[in-house]
């Protein structure tokens, strides 16, 4: 009695009439890099190439091309590098020991500055609530760019212009500061050559040691 053997050799395509199994194709070896080990150091390599060459170059190379298996941190950006994008740096300076200024306060270059500013701005000009504040600010700003270029040593600027109509009403005004009498001053000037205004213009020099 014949017994036939269902798993007969045929094509690998398995064409029609034909019966079997697809035999598998063989795997390839893995193309993933096996892990080597770590042979020598970086003295025997430095040796190695002090005896065939003296080219230091070469020896620098080989140093650097040294790598440690298994082992890739991510490593964090230095931090110089982290202070320099994130904090501006500090400036400090040694101690002068001075107590006073080399260039002190002049009041009556100041009075000067102050009259001929309020002046040139205020001469012909008719009192209108509606333009008085940014004329204020044009002279406070000239002011205090002319008074900036006499370089007055260890002082911060502030000045004021009030602009008022004259109107037959009296004017009051009162202005306190924790005050240096020895170190610190002021300028003051009134400008009343207009019918419709009147205007008074300060400047006060705080010593800033």
């Known amino acids: 009695m014949s017994s036939t053997n ?3 050799s045929g094509s690998p395509g398995g064409g029609p009439g034909t019966t079997g199994t697809t ?7 893995s193309t993933r890099k096996k892990t080597g080990k770590f ?17 230091l170059s070469k020896v620098s190379l080989a140093i650097t091309n040294l790598k440690v298996i298994q082992c890739n ?3 964090p950006p230095p931090i110089s590098a982290m202070i320099a994008s994130d904090i501006p740096p500090i400036c400090k300076f ?5 107590l006073c200024s080399r260039n002190p306060f002049n009041r009556e270059a100041c009075e000067a500055i102050l ?17 008085a504040p940014s004329l204020c600010q044009q002279i406070c700003e000239d002011i205090k760019a002319r008074v ?3 370089k007055f040593d260890r002082y911060k600027i502030i000045v004021t212009v009030t602009i008022g109509e004259r109107y037959m009403q009296g004017l009051k005004a009162i202005t306190q500061f924790l005050w240096d009498p020895e170190k610190d001053s002021y300028a003051t ?3 009343d050559a207009s019918p419709s205004l009147v205007a008074v213009g300060t400047i006060y020099a705080i010593y800033f040691d």
């Open 6 to 8: 269902p798993q007969s």
């Open 23 to 29: 035999v598998p194709a063989p795997v390839p070896p």
């Open 39 to 55: 042979l020598g150091s970086a003295l025997n390599i430095t040796n190695r190439y002090r005896a065939n060459s003296s080219s």
């Open 73 to 75: 941190p991510v490593l």
């Open 94 to 98: 040694l101690p002068s020991y001075r």
């Open 115 to 131: 009259r001929d500013a309020m002046d040139k701005s205020l001469q012909g000009v008719e009192y209108s609530s509606y333009f």
């Open 148 to 150: 900036k270029e006499l």
């Open 189 to 191: 000037c009134i400008y």
